[in-house]
T-cell receptor, first 115, second 113 residues
Framework: KAGVTQTPRYLIKTRGQQVTLSCSPI?????VSWYQQTPGQGLQFLFE???????NKGNFPGRFSGRQFSNSRSEMNVSTLELGDSALYLC??????????????FGSGTQLSVL | AQSVTQLDSQVPVFEEAPVELRCNYS??????LFWYVQYPNQGLQLLLK??????LVKGINGFEAEFNKSQTSFHLRKPSVHISDTAEYFC???????????FGAGTTVTVRA
């Protein structure tokens, strides 16, 4: 069974640009969560999608948005990039909504660098 | 709201020596606790979890952790580390009445020969 797949693996953008990250969950998983990981900050929860609907949202500005498609694949978009958006963005999937922790499976992440 | 504090950001250790990674949390409700490991260029993997029952939990790769409710701690230990244990370790907490995970800032373990 394939794991959680995130593309691209690396991205380099400049300030003011926008970026779209993709996440394909494990087959059969319907929930996708996104996290931002920065050195010294750990992981910060961005949002969770289940059945194409955003179910939960962290404390990030509106420049961060996402969506989920009918096949459970999810995309995350960041508009008007800032230097502070440089981070590893991790996606995690689970079978159902709300399995926080014990049933989360993480992808390898997309490393975003904003210059 | 809950929060997680990992008391050490970097832990250098020699191969075959023991290691302890400290994690403290604060929460107004009962919690579930987790340790994750992130190897270089990989995502997070669940090492072990405490949901209920015995306060000493054993995980993969010889790791164990002890839940101490009075001290609100969940320290991770391994009696003898290997070079392959070099990784970043994250403590996480979830309140029993919610499903949002809160992560600590992480502890980087570097094992040297």
């Amino acid at each position: 069974k394939a794991g959680v797949t995130q593309t691209p693996r690396y991205l380099i953008k400049t300030r003011g640009q926008q970026v779209t990250l993709s996440c394909s969950p494990i087959s059969g998983h319907r929930s996708v969560s996104w996290y931002q990981q920065t050195p010294g900050q750990g992981l910060q929860f961005l949002f969770e999608y289940f059945s194409e609907t955003q179910r939960n949202k962290g404390n990030f500005p509106g420049r961060f948005s996402g969506r989920q498609f009918s096949n459970s694949r999810s995309e995350m978009n960041v508009s008007t990039l800032e230097l502070g958006d440089s981070a590893l963005y991790l996606c995690a999937s689970s079978l159902e909504q709300g399995f926080g922790g014990e049933k989360l499976f993480f992808g390898s992440g997309t490393q975003l660098s904003v210059l | 709201a809950q929060s997680v504090t990992q008391l050490d950001s970097q832990v250098p250790v020699f191969e075959e020596a023991p290691v302890e990674l400290r994690c403290n949390y604060s929460s107004s409700v009962s919690v579930y606790l987790f340790w994750y490991v992130q190897y270089p260029n990989q995502g997070l993997q669940l090492l072990l979890k405490y949901l209920s029952g015995s306060t000493l939990v054993k995980g993969i790769n010889g790791f164990e952790a002890e839940f101490n409710k009075s001290q609100t701690s969940f320290h991770l230990r391994k009696p003898s580390v290997h070079i392959s244990d070099t990784a970043e370790y994250f403590c996480a907490v979830r309140p029993s009445n919610d499903y949002k995970l809160s992560f600590g800032a992480g502890t980087t373990v570097t094992v040297r020969a």
